[in-house]
């Protein structure tokens, strides 16, 4: 298959540009596999689709405010950046605007004094970059950091995408981008789930450059996933053992959930993934996804094509641009059963 497979129309209007007042209020598409047939829900309906012994797995990351602003003492030149994966303590590769003037050695002032100095860069044209003035530049983050919202909002983050730009289950920094399809849960989301006897389990993947960046050749075999830092505890690969052993269904919340469980399998530990889910491909671990809508030609659209067909995956696009779903991070779910 080829990129071009995976492109549909989509009018702009439809990108959702701020969140819904509540979490829960979002849409919800439910699309069933086997009889190809679609149905119209509000998220808050989740539970009602779901039966008692179902494992839902969620990722539980937390989005670091990683757009950071500066200027160059020497030449007044503003700069924006924005942090993608640490190699070390105040040593992070970045993607740097404007590239062509950040060249090696060059220095940006940041807010509360902090340098951030150019110290190589890549192919991709990314900058590695070394934070000075600061313990560790994640601490200063929530200061001087900007909430990293996608550039198809056409907007600047406020103070109210701090939290809704987060799911309410983040514990561990470390995104850069916020694993969507989680952001729709409450705690009576979460509550009416306990009462239907639905189990819960967490890992860990920080949402990084790999997911989004975009498939830039035709040719599939061709792009390359950047690596994704991940953990599966121990507690969550007990339940996920379980649930498979005795015939319950799991259910990953977001395709970065996805990533995680079929690159490991489910078992325990901790590392990096660059899996490039897409047509054709053996699913192992989950047997429903619940997800956002995605990109045209993104990775993560043919991650769930792979899961429900590319054919079916894309009538279903095509019924939610019909009934004006909302899309993208902030936009509204659909659940593949």
């Known amino acids: 298959m080829r990129a071009s497979d995976f492109d549909y129309e989509l009018p702009q209007e439809l990108i959702a540009q701020a969140p819904l007042e509540r979490r829960d209020q979002s849409r919800l598409l439910v699309l069933h596999r086997s009889s190809g047939k679609f149905e119209h829900a509000r998220f808050s309906e989740l539970p009602?689709?779901?039966r008692a012994g179902d494992l839902m797995v969620f990722n539980d990351s937390k989005v670091i405010p990683a757009r950071l602003r500066g200027s160059n003492r020497k030449t007044g030149g503003e700069f924006e950046?924005?942090?993608?994966e640490e190699v070390a303590p105040n040593d992070w590769w970045v993607m740097l605007r404007p590239g062509k003037r950040a060249r090696m050695g060059t220095e940006i002032t940041l807010p509360d004094k902090i340098i951030a100095t150019v110290i190589k860069v890549n192919a991709e044209g990314h900058r590695r970059v070394q934070f000075s003035g600061v313990s560790n530049i994640l601490d200063a983050l929530p200061t001087i950091g900007e909430t990293p919202l996608p550039p198809y909002i056409k907007r600047a983050a406020d103070a109210g995408d701090v939290e809704r730009y987060q799911t309410l289950f983040a514990r561990y920094r470390g995104s850069v981008a916020a694993p969507t399809a989680g952001l729709h849960f409450t705690p009576e989301t979460f509550q009416k789930l306990r009462d239907r006897g639905v189990k819960t389990a967490f890992v860990t993947l920080h949402v990084g450059l790999g997911t989004f960046a975009p498939v830039k050749s035709d040719n599939l075999e061709e792009h390359?996933?950047?690596?994704?830092?991940?953990?599966?505890?121990?507690e969550s690969a007990r339940a996920i053992e379980s649930a498979k052993r005795e015939g319950r269904?799991?259910?990953?919340?977001?395709?970065?959930t996805v990533r995680v469980l079929e690159s490991t399998g489910g078992n325990?530990?901790?590392?990096?993934?660059?899996?490039?889910?897409?047509?054709?491909?053996?699913?192992k671990i989950i047997d429903a996804l619940?997800?956002?809508?995605?990109?045209?030609?993104?990775t993560l659209l043919m991650l769930v094509s792979a899961f429900a067909?590319?054919?079916?995956?894309?009538?279903?696009?095509?019924?939610?641009?019909r009934q004006r779903y909302r899309?993208?991070?902030?936009?509204?779910?659909?659940?593949?059963?």
């Open 309 to 321: 067909g590319r054919e079916l995956i894309l009538s279903a696009y095509a019924e939610a641009v």
């Open 327 to 337: 899309f993208f991070s902030y936009g509204d779910a659909m659940l593949i059963l």
């Open 249 to 256: 269904r799991v259910i990953a919340v977001g395709t970065t």
């Open 48 to 50: 009602n689709y779901l």
């Open 224 to 234: 390359t996933m950047h690596e994704e830092r991940f953990v599966i505890p121990e």
């Open 290 to 298: 619940l997800t956002n809508f995605h990109l045209p030609r993104s």
């Open 81 to 84: 950046l924005l942090l993608l």
């Open 268 to 283: 325990v530990g901790a590392g990096c993934t660059n899996i490039f889910i897409h047509p054709p491909f053996e699913f």
